[in-house]
């Protein structure tokens, strides 16, 4: 009886799957990504074919540690999607940044001259050993006489002597170039380590009536990205228009290097929910404002800017009550969120760095004016204050301010504490003079029965020495009493705006090219004998 053979195709068909059972691995490429305040959604394409039936494709190149919860795969061409599962895939080899390729270029480069360094370190040593058993030759060979053994002797010992002073000098290349070549491998630890996330790939089984072509999308959430806005603002001279630079600051350590990546900024938020919202019942109450600490007498009013860690809001020192954090910023109390979609594509590496994008520019109408406050600072500044700009869609964030073509320093917008004006500071001008001094013929302390009178009196002069008018808004204070016993009065404020709430004094002065104003301000405190008061001054 003939022994039954299988066929050799029958075997390596029961050996191996058949051509359509087999997995395709399929690279993809990132062609968007939607990059929220916190997060992002990548979109990466690719295009396959497929044999009639069931396949199993796995997609490459995809981030790591990805959200597996907001995987979304799109295909054309009627496919079928019967399976997905998403794997991290730590053995893929990462496409190095090309300062890593340089500093790897940079490290070989060294290495080849240690070694070249180190063999001429290796000829000395031969020559030493040399030299050394030839000394010991001469010793033996009584056949020399005195004088030809001398001669022998010193020519080695000065030939000894140059090995050895060389051997010194390459053993201090040496020790250079590991010094140069451990630096190098540290800065190259580092520039990897910026990128060193576990790449993704996924697994999707397919079904296809037929052997077809297609495109598939798959989009996906990460968290290690995001973005915040900063701005620049320049003018050029007074009364021209504000040249304003929308900006934003754009980080990723996906693992992958964006790579002409049509971006699209949100400040949605990537982890809202899909399903619908619930109803609440919507109960009532009576209010109860909450008590707010000592701020230092310190009231916000219109408009304002950032100073340091002090707010400047119309010319006023003050302090914040609600703090900035540019990476978590919140934004949207309407709910509704915005999107800029930057037209040009951008490459940001996976270094977890900010890299910027412009978003907008704009160029505003402005109105300029000069502010001081004489108590805190005698100097006199210039602000350029813009309107109507909540169309801008702004969010916190800072600012760089340029004016007449230098840099001028930093400030903050906080959209939060702004009202329908919003003024940038251009720095000092110091041909605007203003001086604030104690009228010490005025200031006076009486004892009248049981209470104390405290009469406070400062004379302000503001000088343009400038060769054009100017506008200027000068603040002051007096101070407001919070208890009956304590009362202010007799206040003189030279035909300034008195708030009373608040203490503030506001002159808007005209003043000619080279004209000089006075100003006086006085008050008196009241109060009982034995009593000491605090914030008089």
């Not at 054309?76 to 991290?88: G, K, P, Y």
């Not at 300062?99 to 940079?106: E, I, P, Q, T, W």
């Not at 208890?483 to 007799?490: A, S």
């Amino acid at each position: 009886m003939k022994p039954n053979y299988i066929p050799l195709a029958a075997a390596l068909m029961l050996l191996f799957p058949s051509a359509s059972q087999a997995q395709i691995h399929q690279k993809t490429t990132i062609e968007s990504a939607v990059v929220f305040l916190n997060g992002a959604e990548l979109t990466n394409t690719a295009r396959i074919s497929l044999p009639p039936g069931e396949s199993e494709v796995a997609f490459t190149d995809l981030a790591g540690n990805l959200d597996q919860k907001k995987i979304n795969l799109s295909a054309n061409n009627n496919l079928t999607v019967e399976s997905i599962t998403f794997q991290n895939n730590y053995l893929i080899n990462e496409d190095h940044s090309g300062h890593v390729n340089m500093l790897k270029d940079s490290i070989d480069i060294m290495n080849r001259q240690r070694s070249l360094v180190n063999n001429k370190l290796t000829v000395i040593d031969e020559q030493l050993s040399v030299l050394q058993n030839n000394r010991k030759v001469g010793g033996d060979n009584t056949g020399l006489s005195i004088a030809e053994l001398q001669h022998m002797l010193d020519l080695l010992s000065n030939k000894m002597n140059d090995y050895l002073n060389g051997k010194i000098t390459i053993q201090e290349q040496l020790g250079k170039i590991d010094e140069h070549i451990s630096r190098l491998n540290q800065q190259m630890n580092e520039e990897q380590s910026k990128g060193m996330q576990a790449r993704g790939q996924l697994l999707v089984k397919f079904y296809a009536q037929q052997a077809t072509r297609a495109d598939v999308a798959i989009n996906y959430i990460i968290s290690d990205a995001g973005w915040a806005p900063s701005y620049d603002v320049r003018v050029e001279k007074v009364n021209d228009p504000v040249q304003f630079y929308y900006k934003a600051n754009v980080h990723q350590n996906s693992g992958l290097n964006w790579n002409k990546v049509h971006i699209t900024l949100s400040t949605g938020n990537p982890d809202d929910e899909a399903d619908a919202p619930v109803l609440q019942p919507d109960y009532l109450a009576f209010y109860s404002p909450a008590t707010i600490g000592n701020t230092g007498g310190a009231v916000m009013i219109e408009g304002g800017r950032v100073d340091g860690t002090k707010y400047i809001v119309d010319g006023v020192l003050t302090k914040s009550t609600r703090g900035i954090n540019l990476g978590d910023v919140a934004v949207n109390s309407t709910g509704i969120n915005t999107e800029f979609k930057i037209d040009l594509p951008y490459s940001i590496p996976s270094d977890g760095q900010q890299h910027t994008i412009l978003v907008k520019k704009y160029e505003l109408p402005a109105t300029y004016r000069y502010y001081a406050i004489p108590k805190l600072d005698e100097s006199v500044f210039l602000q350029a204050q813009v309107t109507n700009w909540e169309d801008l869609n702004l969010l916190p964030g800072q600012t760089n301010i340029y004016y007449d073509g230098s840099y001028v320093g930093q400030g903050e917008i906080d959209t939060h504490l702004t009202d329908d004006t919003l003024s940038f500071s251009l720095g000092k001008d110091k041909k605007i003079v203003i001086k604030r001094e104690l009228d010490k013929e005025l200031r006076s302390v009486k004892m009248i029965g049981t209470n104390v009178r405290k009469t406070f009196a400062y004379n302000i002069s503001i000088r343009n020495t400038r060769k054009e008018a100017a506008n200027i808004v000068i603040l002051d204070q007096v101070p407001v009493s919070k208890d009956d016993n304590i009362v202010v009065e007799d206040i003189e404020s030279d035909k300034g705006d008195l708030d009373n709430s608040t203490g503030y004094v506001k002159w808007d002065l005209a003043l000619k090219a080279n004209e000089t104003k006075k100003l006086k301000l006085s008050y008196t405190v009241k109060y009982s004998r034995g009593k000491t008061v605090t914030g008089l001054q």
